[in-house]
Nanobody, 126 residues
């Protein structure tokens, strides 16, 4: 059974850090491009970052560039999103998703992702 499960969300103060995990079962993450997305109430879903299959190229939205780092552990079949210098505007439900579509700089956040997790809540508040 194909499944993607996010974990690691929580409540953190502004300036703090969290590491999200995206664990897969039923398929190998390294064979797919894995994206992190987020959505907060009243806003559209936003692409945060992705790590491309094969070569491991990484992409980030301008809003998180320099603060977030995506990485992949093939042995654990898990993708991580290290989030540093968190801001209140980072508050959202974070989802990871997988796609077999080849992505590039301008397309990674807009292609069709086929496997989605249930999301994990990140709240940044003092």
């Amino acid at each position: 059974q194909v499944q993607v499960v996010e974990s690691g969300g929580g409540l953190v103060h502004p300036g703090g850090s969290l590491r999200l995990s995206c664990a897969a079962s039923g398929f190998r993450l390294e064979s797919y491009t894995i994206g992190w997305f987020r959505q907060s109430p009243g806003k559209e879903r936003e692409g945060v970052s992705c790590v491309r299959s094969r070569d491991g190229s990484t992409y980030y939205s301008d809003s998180v560039k320099g603060r977030f780092t995506i990485s992949r552990d093939n042995a654990k079949n898990t993708v991580y999103l290290q989030m540093n210098s968190l801001k209140p505007e980072d508050t959202a439900v974070y989802y990871c998703a997988a796609t077999s579509t080849y992505v590039g700089t301008n397309s990674w956040a807009h292609v069709g992702y086929i496997y989605w997790g249930q999301g994990t809540q990140v709240t940044v508040s003092s």
